[in-house]
């Protein structure tokens, strides 16, 4: 079992920024890529950005120039660092975590808001 814990969520400014941080516990195996996805009301979860343990990383089209992803294996952490925000990034934004021996995981979801 593998536990994922989200943080830096909130309210930003059109043009501002916000770090995501997500530590994931338990179970953890080390062969694995840790991702976030976003969410809006009447749309599927979409895949913002993702790295493997080994640092290699895709981005959504959205998100390439203003989003960075980065991870501390040590800290079993990963994070997102989201500038140039805009109203468009609106949504839940959910971890992930997943092995490559078995089914992922998420985190509980974590509101960004960018509004004037």
């Known amino acids: 079992q593998v536990q994922l814990v989200e943080s830096g969520g909130g309210l930003a400014q059109p043009g501002g920024s916000l770090r995501l941080s997500c530590v994931a516990s338990?179970?953890?195996?080390?062969?694995?890529?840790m991702g976030w996805y976003r969410q809006t009301p009447g749309k599927e979860r979409e895949l913002v950005a993702r790295?493997?343990?080994?640092?290699?990383?895709r981005y959504a089209d959205s998100a390439k120039g203003r989003f960075t992803i980065s991870r501390d294996n040590a800290k079993n952490t990963v994070y997102l660092q989201m500038n140039g925000l805009r109203p468009e990034d609106t949504a839940v934004y959910y971890c992930?975590?997943?092995?490559?021996?078995?089914?992922?995981?998420w985190g509980q979801g974590s509101q960004v808001t960018v509004s004037s």
């Open positions: 992930n975590y997943a092995p490559s021996t078995g089914l992922g995981y």
């Open positions: 790295i493997n343990n080994v640092g290699t990383t």
């Open positions: 338990g179970s953890i195996f080390s062969i694995n890529v």
